[in-house]
């Protein structure tokens, strides 16, 4: 089980998101893939939003929450995840139904890339909340360089 970063210890970096790996059962009929809370998610799922339809060269996301923690899923096809903390970046190419990229509130990130039907499901932490989000990356980066 994956513990919530302690954010008076601990800068969050983009090292601390983290690709989980979900059971599968592989089945000629067709695969299965489960969540259960309290054993694969390192929070208690307050929200689940999903984001299709995106059309070709769109991006999504660009944001950080001050608060809220997230997995975000491939449920089908695939997009780049890009993190930045301020200091250093990294995408994360998210292409299979069971895997979920752990990413800790007061990270930068971006949704890109996105293929032809591609359907990014999220778990969110909390209710949607607009005074969360952090939509400038300048007052992001203030506020990072604040914690260092
Ligand atoms: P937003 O998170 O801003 O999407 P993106 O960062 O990809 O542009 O969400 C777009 C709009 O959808 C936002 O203005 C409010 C609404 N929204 C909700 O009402 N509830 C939600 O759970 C989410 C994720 C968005």
Redesign the pocket.
Known sequence: MLKKINKQQHVTSVYDASLIRFPRFLDPRGNLTFIEQERHIPFKIA?V?W?YDVPGGA?????AFREQCEVIIALSGSFDVMLDDGSAQKIVHLNRPYHGLYVPNMIWRR?QNFSTNAVAY?L?EH??K?TD?I?EYREYTELMQGER
């Open positions: 929200r939003y984001i991006r999504r996301g660009a944001h949704m999220v969110a209710p949607y607009e989000y939509r």
